[in-house]
């Protein structure tokens, strides 16, 4: 059943998800979308531009958290609009081998404005990893019936 | 090197068509963790109307970047790629991306501004589709995607 923007409410929550992340989809994500800066695949090239290690695509991160969105809205055509700042680096460890995730991103939303003339909600999603909000102004607007 | 601030205003013309085939939606789509049907499955996105599978809300991303492409390496920006990091990003979606359009993008370069010994350079592309047959029909405007780089300074 999909979302109805009469019965929505400011403030209203939709709910979170755990994404975990590893060394791979990096790796596909570089693949997938063209984006081969090293800092995302290799230790020492990112050591000697000053990061910890590997950290994750922006790009990535911001694309995995807008499923909630597309989940929850039910066609992902309905996101008209969606942007964020980047805020934090997402270091993801390499775990290569075991079945342990190299970084965990929690996603959350929220409501965060209704426009009945356009016909829009906009969701604002809580990005953390590692303690630390990863997206700033990480805001998607759902064109809704 | 610096920044070149005469970048400000510059824009480069829609260079190559990118033809947005099903399967590269799929790929994307699962490499950021994306389950919905209409990426997928074909009879799951006309039962939602559209005419072919949906693009995940940040695929234009793909057609962004190679239009930075042509300012990154522009030799005359003086822009060190090993240095730039992604400060902001946004889509504004005209009309959703779908297998079998023909995308270009038309780059422009909106601001440029000194932060410390780097430069904070902002990009807007604006991705139109093509008739699938050249020469055949007025383009269509799809998406603007504005990105915002940070090419960090010396010791920065």
Redesign the interface.
Known sequence: MNPTLSELTVGQDLGSRS?EVTRT?LV??A?????F?PIHWNDAFANG?GLPGVIAH???T???A??L???WAG???A????????SKPVPVADTTGTPDAGAVIEVSGTVGALDADAGTARVDLTVVAGGQKVLMKAQ?VVRLG | MTINPDLQGRSYPAAEVYDVGREKIREFARAVKATHPAHFDVDAAKALGHGDLVAPPTFAIIVAQRADAQLIEDPDSGIDFSRVVHADQRFVHHRPIVAGDRLVAELHVDGVRAMGGGAMITTRSEIFAVAVAPGTGAREAVATTTSSILVRGEGQ
């Open positions: 994404i989809d596909k994500y693949g997938a979308s063209g984006d800066n531009v922006g790009m990535f911001m694309g995995a807008v499923q969105v597309t989940d066609d992902p055509a996101v008209v609009d969606f942007q964020t700042r980047f998607a």
